[in-house]
C-alpha cells in the first residue's frame, strides 16, 4: 500500500534485513545506510518496517504539526514499563500528558534557570576538585557524575554524591541497562520469539527496576522527611508536582503513581543526554586547537578567573556554537518518531496512511546537503547568526520537534556551557593522539573509552 522505498541490497526470507545490522550500532549502522540509500529508506526485521527519513525537505514535513505528531516507536514503548505516561513516554493525546506538559513548563522557562545556577556552579566545582586530584579522567563516566548530580539536586533536592564514590551511582548502571536492553529487545518484534531469547536478559532487566524504584521511594522518602524548603531556596520540580497534587482545585495535579513516573523521566532524560553531549564536546575541543583557544580566550575575556554570575553563562558565545556544532554532529537524542494524523502523501511520492509513522534520523538529517560540501568538518561557525538565517527551517533537530520538543532544552544549554567555560577557566587539556572516537549506543549516543590528561592552568 506504500511506494517502494530502497532498501539494503541484501534482504533475507523471514529475517530481512539483518545483513549489517548490529544490535549494538544501530544509529551508526544507518547513518551508513543513508549514504547509500538517500534521504528515505526502509529496513524490515522480522516483519517489522522501519522507515528512515534524513533528507531535508522530508523530515521538513515529518516536522509539521497539522499532519504529524509524536509517535512512541518501539523502544520507547518498552520504557513506559518504568516511565508510564510521564512526559518522555506519553502519547500526545494522554491526560497526563497535557497535565505534566502545563504544570512543568514554567519550571523549564529561561527565566527559571536562574534558580538552579547555583547549583551548577557547585556540581561544576566539585568536578574541578576532582579533577585537579587527577591526571588523566574518564570523561563520559565524569559527566554522568555531574550531570546525575546537576539534575538530582535541582530537580528533587537530592544527592547522588557521585564525586565522592569511586565508580558511578548504582542508578547509572541500572538506567544503563534499562535502555540498553530496551534497545537490544526491540530487535524481535514476535513476543514469543523475544520472550525466549530474551529470558536470562528479562531478569536482569526486572532486578535493575526494582532498583530504579528503590531509588525513587528513598527521593520520596527524603522528601517527605524532610523539614527544610527544597535546596534551591525556591520551588523544585518535585515541590511544584507535590504542591500540586495537593490542591484539589489545580486542574494539572498529578497522581502519586505519576509522579513517580514523572521523577524517573527527569533523572534520566535531564542528565545522560547532557552527559553525552559535554563529552563529545570536550572531544571536539581536544580534536581541535584552534577552536579551543578561541574559546578559552572568550572564557578570559567573559569571566577573567571569576566564579561566572547566572548572566555571564550565556555570554559565550562561541562556547554556545561549539555546543550547537557538538549536537548537529552527534545529537545524542539522535531519533524521533513521527506518526500522520490521518492520510498523507511525503516528498509528494511517499504514501503515509493514517498511523503509519517514520524515524527521522538526526544524525543523517544534520549531514544533509544542505549543510555543504563538508558535513563531517566540525565548524562552530555554522552557527554564527548569519549562517543559521541562511539555512532553511527543520535542517537542525537536536531537540526535537514541535510540541514535543525537549523541555529541558535551556536547562541542558545554561549547564552545558556553564561546564564547558569552567573547564576551560580551570584546565589544560589534551587527548591521546592515538584515540579514534568510538561511540556506544544505549538508546542515547556517547563517546566510549575516552580519557582526557589534565592539569591545572598555570
Ligand atoms: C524530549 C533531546 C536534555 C527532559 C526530548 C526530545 C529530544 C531531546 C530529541 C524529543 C524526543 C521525542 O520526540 O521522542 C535532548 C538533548 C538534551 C536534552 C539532546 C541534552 C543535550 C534534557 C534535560 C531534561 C530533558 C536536561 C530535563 C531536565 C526532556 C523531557 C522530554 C524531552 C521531559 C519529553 C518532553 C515531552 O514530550 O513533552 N529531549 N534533551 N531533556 N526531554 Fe530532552
Redesign the pocket.
Known sequence: RTSALPHPPRRLPFLGDVVGVHASTPVQDSIALSRELGPIFERVVLGRRYVLVSGADLAGELCDEDRFV?HISPA?EGLRSIGGDG??T?HSYEPN?HKA?DLLRPA?AQSAMRSYHQIMVDVASDLVAHWRAHSTVDVSSDMTKLTLDT?GRT?FSYSFDSFTRDTPHPFVDAMVGVLSHNQRREIIPIPWLANIVFRKADRTNAENQRYLAEVLDDIVRTRRDSASPAATGTSDLLDIMLDAARDSTNPNALSEINIRHQIL??LI???E??S??LSFALYYLAQNPHILDAARAEVDEVWGSDTPTFEKVPKLRLVRRILDET?RLW???PA??REAREDTVIGGFHEMKKGDWAFVL?PGLHRDPVWGEDPEKFDPDRFLSAAVRARPGHVY?????G???????Q??IH??VLVIGTILQQFEFSADPSYRLQIEERLTLMPKNFELSVSVRK
Open positions: 509524536k520507547i512526559l518522555f506519553a500528558w506538559h523549564f539534575i530537580g523521566t527527569f532524560a535531564g542528565h543526554t547532557t553525552g553531549a549536537l545529537p545524542t537524542a524521533f518518531a538526526i533537530k537536536p531537540w526535537g520537534t510540541e514535543r520538543a525537549c523541555i529541558g532544552r536547562f541542558a549547564e552545558a
